[in-house]
């Protein structure tokens, strides 16, 4: 699966992790079918989206989405990415437990396979020849179709994708780290190498730092008002002194703060495609308007410096 298959429509992805958290079933088909008629082909979750809320247990938005799959019609048409091992627990990523953690995925998501799964984080008891093995005899079996890390260092990554050259196993061709804006630190210059270097796609996650980069949340009084505040905090410091920039290249494009963050993402080198969230189906238009903006090479420079 190449970069554009991998996308296999606009070059953005619709994050899962709200469904069936601050979008409840009937809104997260809304958003889902907007992005679909919009030309959106791909969407991310992960087995521990929402652990977080009380009550839930985890596969909350697999069992949205494979609910949305199944009454639209559209699997075929869709690229499904989920994750396993989300907190990195010794032996999370022992062949045994991926194949099973994969059983209960595919169940909740109503499919028989998934375009893309995720070590969700790196755990170092498992040795990386054993989760080598273990990934590649899904994509053997044909129920994973490529594979892909989230929240691994360059160092780890090459090392996981040496054993699997040595063992004669799929590689790992997608990346998932966190960058955006305000945090850059997910994404250095010697992971941009490695990925140059060896093909591998950068999906990068909170591509608007949980929501502060919509330029919404401008006090701490303003965090108070949503669900989301506590995941935004960490943002709020370093992210006022990106918003001043950000706010002169919304007033110069026109575009809404959403738009233009996203559109930097998308401008940078190794990016295949930002991954963002939606609770709404409204707020999906200032998402999917980021692929069409393009930003000057002074605006670019400006964001860039403002976030440095």
């Known amino acids: 699966m ?60 697999e069992a949205v989405i494979g609910k949305w799959l199944d009454a639209r019609g559209v699997r075929a ?11 990195g627990k010794p032996g999370d990523l022992a062949p045994a437990k991926v194949a099973e953690e994969l059983e209960k995925s595919l169940e909740r998501l109503r499919t028989d396979y998934v375009d893309l799964y995720y070590a969700h984080r790196d755990e170092e008891t498992t040795p990386q ?13 044909g129920k994973v179709r490529e594979l892909g890390v989230s929240n691994f260092d360059a160092a780890r990554l090459a090392s996981l994708n040496a054993a699997a050259d040595a063992g004669g196993f799929s590689r790992f061709t997608v990346l998932q780290n966190e960058y955006n804006l305000v945090c850059r630190e997910g994404f250095p210059a010697d992971l941009q190498e490695l990925c ?20 919404k ?8 008002k949503t669900t989301r505040g506590s995941s935004i905090e960490r943002f709020f410091d370093r992210g006022l ?12 494009t026109g575009a809404e703060h959403a738009t233009v963050a996203l559109a930097w993402l998308l401008a940078q080198p190794q990016i295949t495609a ?25 605006q670019l420079a400006r964001l860039n410096a403002a976030g440095a």
């Not at 002194?241 to 110069?252: Q, T």
Request: zero cysteines; a negative charge; hydrophobic letters at 45%.
């Open 274 to 298: 930002p991954i963002a969230s939606a609770s709404k189906p409204e707020q999906l238009d200032a998402l999917i308007a980021a692929v069409e903006l393009e930003l000057s090479d002074s």
């Open 2 to 61: 190449n970069e554009h298959a991998s996308i296999a429509g606009i070059p953005f992805v619709l994050g899962g992790n709200v469904f069936g958290f601050t979008a409840d079933e009937d809104t997260s088909f809304a958003v889902l079918d907007r992005f679909y008629e919009a030309g959106g082909r791909m969407v991310d979750t992960a087995q521990g989206y929402s652990v977080w809320v009380e009550g839930h247990v985890g596969g909350e938005s």
């Open 217 to 224: 949340y401008r006090s701490r009084e303003d965090l108070a």
């Open 196 to 215: 140059a270097k060896q093909g591998i796609a950068q999906f990068p996650w909170f591509g608007l730092a949980a929501g502060f980069l919509t330029g």
């Open 129 to 141: 020849a054993e989760v080598a093995a273990g990934f590649d005899a899904l994509v053997q079996s």
């Open 77 to 87: 048409d869709m690229r499904i990415a989920t994750k396993t091992g989300m907190f």
């Open 241 to 252: 002194k990106v918003l001043p920039a950000l706010d002169a290249v919304v007033a110069e």
